[in-house]
């Protein structure tokens, strides 16, 4: 993104913050073993509410179905205790993960 806009890559980050905080956007991480890995790869977005793709551009039908399924897991995820991910490889793609987060009890 920040090669297309030619802006530096920390204001990208910190728009997109400000964007997921203020709950237009929310984004997944690129599932993996590896904390690092996780952590670098790039993100999916999606937007909190179908209604907004017609302000950012023409969705085909597909791409507006795993939308409206990954908000509605998200809206799911986000009160209980797991999380979302995504995977993506050469040739192919998984759109949803769902790990769940271990839950801590405070009686052992």
């Given at each position: 993104?920040?090669?297309?806009?030619?802006?530096?890559?920390?204001?990208?980050?910190?728009?997109?913050?400000?964007?997921?905080?203020?709950?237009?956007?929310?984004?997944?991480?690129?599932?993996?073993?590896?904390?690092?890995?996780?952590?670098?790869?790039?993100?999916?977005?999606?937007?909190?509410?179908?209604?907004?793709?017609?302000?950012?551009?023409?969705?085909?039908?597909?791409?507006?179905?795993?939308?409206?399924?990954?908000?509605?897991?998200y809206r799911y995820a986000i009160r209980r205790f797991y999380e979302l991910y995504y995977w993506s490889s050469e040739d192919s793609e998984i759109d949803v993960i769902i790990k769940m987060?271990?839950?801590?009890?405070?009686?052992?």
């Amino acid at each position: 993104m920040s090669k297309f806009l030619k802006i530096p890559v920390k204001i990208v980050e910190r728009y997109s913050e400000y964007l997921e905080k203020s709950f237009l956007l929310f984004f997944l991480k690129n599932y993996s073993i590896s904390p690092k890995v996780v952590e670098n790869s790039p993100r999916k977005v999606y937007v909190i509410d179908n209604g907004f793709l017609k302000y950012f551009y023409t969705a085909p039908l597909g791409r507006t179905f795993e939308s409206l399924i990954v908000q509605h897991l998200y809206r799911y995820a986000i009160r209980r205790f797991y999380e979302l991910y995504y995977w993506s490889s050469e040739d192919s793609e998984i759109d949803v993960i769902i790990k769940m987060v271990k839950r801590f009890s405070l009686y052992g």
